[in-house]
């Protein structure tokens, strides 16, 4: 079995999300995704976070008619700050051993992977896939280099080939150009609170749950 795990505060899901999940999920040959939504996002300004379960239930709704996608409660179930690290052991637990997993991210997110709690200890576990952004263009590979040598290790090498960082112990870090969405929870929420359309940037039922509950208004 071949699973990613795809953490994030999903607050709100967006189009951005699915579409390159689905591009990696074909591209790795996942058999399944695992959406992990954030209970408590060590990262984010609490004030502008919805509720998890609101956040919980947007995404369940947004993957429900998606093959080979699944929605974990599990940064839910448990208490204190989403640690990705519990989240990765809990896996390991729970998902058959010859079960292949990886770690999915957004450059964003990887460029501020030093201020995750044990992440070292991230790259020990599993291979890691980061995706690029709009916004992170700039990042070059030497930059990116410079960051794993200087934060994560210096016995990384590059293998042009496959577009990924090997070393001898850690597991590989992949870096995977997918398609540019241009899009944000961030510029959602503005969007919502300005009440302009959201033309296409989430799936409808994430909008009508948006709407009902009355959400980032
Ligand atoms: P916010 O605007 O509130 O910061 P966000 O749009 O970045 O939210 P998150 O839930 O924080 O959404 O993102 C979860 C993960 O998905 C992160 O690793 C992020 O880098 C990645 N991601 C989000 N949007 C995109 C996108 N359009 N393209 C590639 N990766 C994305």
């Not at 390159?20 to 959406?35: C, G, H, N």
């Not at 980061?130 to 590059?158: A, C």
């Not at 995977?176 to 033309?199: A, G, H, N």
Request: proline fraction near 5%; hydrophobic fraction near 35%.
């Amino acid at each position: 079995m071949r699973i990613g795990l795809f953490g994030g505060t999903f607050n709100p899901i967006h189009f951005g999300h699915i579409n390159v999940s689905k591009e990696i999920k074909e591209q790795f040959e996942l058999d399944t995704i695992y959406m992990v939504p954030s209970a408590i996002p060590p990262h984010k300004k609490r004030q502008e976070v919805a509720d998890a379960q609101d956040r919980l239930n947007m995404t369940r709704l947004a993957v429900s008619n998606l093959d080979g996608y699944l929605v974990s409660d599990i940064e839910l179930i448990r208490s204190g700050p989403s640690y990705t690290i519990d989240t990765i052991n809990h896996f390991s637990k729970i998902l058959p051993e010859n079960t292949k997993t990886y770690l999915i991210l957004g450059m964003d997110s990887f460029l501020e992977i030093d201020t995750w709690m044990s992440y070292k200890e991230l790259f020990t576990k599993l291979p890691l896939i980061i995706m690029s952004r709009p916004g992170t263009e700039h990042v070059k590979l030497q930059q990116l280099k410079t960051y794993i040598q200087e934060k994560i290790s210096d016995n990384y090498w590059f293998q042009e080939k496959k577009n990924c960082f090997l070393h001898q112990t850690n597991r590989s870090i992949y870096l995977v150009t997918v398609t540019p969405y241009d899009i944000s929870s961030t510029e959602i929420r503005k969007l919502i609170r300005q009440q302009k359309p959201l033309q296409n940037l989430i799936p409808e039922q994430v909008e009508q749950y948006i709407r009902s509950e009355g959400l980032y208004i």
